[in-house]
């Protein structure tokens, strides 16, 4: 789903983890001291996407109905605090099949997706395999095949390694998809039959990098078949479209997120390029360099689709410890994308 609407919208938001009141009679000890003021932008939308939402519930939900462990392999999303607090609960991450001994416990991949190697692979080992994989992933998992069985060779516009990425190529034979990384890539690209050929994107680029990339290939190879504009999912649309819209507003950015979420490096990416003197990638509070956020006077705030929003008020307290801080949200999308849980664990699944 795009953006539905254009107009920047300005909610003040009440700021939470206030000062403990002062006792009666008694003066804040922080009143004495002035705070330099703040104001904060609030990206919105930021943070969790359907696709992530659903991934995390299906973790706990396999907890709560198979009990621990449950063995998910690969981050279920890109986010330190997200697994930390799913390992807590009893769920085990391993990055290859062959870490997990023989089990009846469930088997989850991850919302990044998986080559189709990896199903066939716990098929064999009698896995209770659940795939978390996003549905928008998938699509562009079957939009690869049926290019591929069209007799049509595929360029997959992406970042070499991301697990995305490997799960994508993973659906065809080797060599039936040829990697695009930058516009030099694309140049040099020289494919067997211009007259056969197809392309298809990771969901999480940056959407002007991609748009370029695709132009160019569309421009050279006018037969190439894709989709309408790229597959850039709703969600990293409108986190780099709502980042758009602030940075020019502020004197630094920061971007709630891991540095393997590739979502969370392209909003960091747009926000620099659309003028923030500083835009830094932040995992928590404590990762906050105040030699840099020390002395401004105006800050954006977006979060990746995997970071979850408590760290985002993390941020805002530990700002507001420095500073008399305002937050004002600015909006430049509604989102109500859901998707329901994998087949095995909706709640008729077992009748
Ligand atoms: Fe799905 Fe997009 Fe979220 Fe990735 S960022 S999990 S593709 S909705």
Known sequence: MR??????????????????????????????VSKPPLKVLLCSPRGFCAGVVRAIDAVEQALKLY??????????????????????????????????PDTDAPVIFSAHGVPKSVPVEAQ???????????????????EAEIHHKRG??????????????????????????????TLDDARAFVPRDETALAFVTQTTLSV???????????????????????????ATTNRQEAVKRVAPHVEAMIVVGAPNSSNSQRLREVAEREGCRIAELVQ????????????????GISAGASAPEVLVEEIIEAFAARYDV????????????????????????AA
């Open 326 to 349: 305002s937050v004002e949200t600015v909006s430049t999308a509604d989102e109500s994308v859901f998707f329901p849980l994998p087949r095995q664990l909706r709640p008729d699944a």
């Open 208 to 234: 002007d990098d991609t748009r370029e990339i695709v132009d160019y290939l569309r421009a050279r190879f006018p037969a190439i078949v894709g989709p309408h504009k790229e597959d850039i999912c709703y």
């Open 284 to 299: 928590r509070a404590a990762d906050i360099d105040w030699a840099r956020f020390g002395a401004i006077s105006s800050l």
């Open 124 to 142: 064999a080992r009698n896995f209770l395999a659940i795939d978390a994989t996003c549905p928008l992933v998938t699509k562009v998992h079957r």
């Open 67 to 100: 009990g621990p462990p449950v063995y998910v392999r690969h981050e279920i999303v890109h986010n330190r605090f997200v697994v930390d607090g799913l390992k807590a609960k009893g769920a085990i991450f391993v990055e290859e099949l062959d870490e997990i």
């Open 3 to 32: 953006a539905r609407q254009s107009e920047v919208r300005c909610i003040p938001v009440a700021l939470t983890g206030a000062a403990v009141p002062p006792k009666p009679g008694r003066p804040d000890p922080e009143s004495l």
């Open 152 to 181: 049509r060779e595929v360029v997959l516009v992406g970042h070499a390694r991301h697990p995305e990425v490997v799960g994508t190529m993973g659906q065809l034979p080797p060599g039936a998809v040829t990697l695009v990384e």
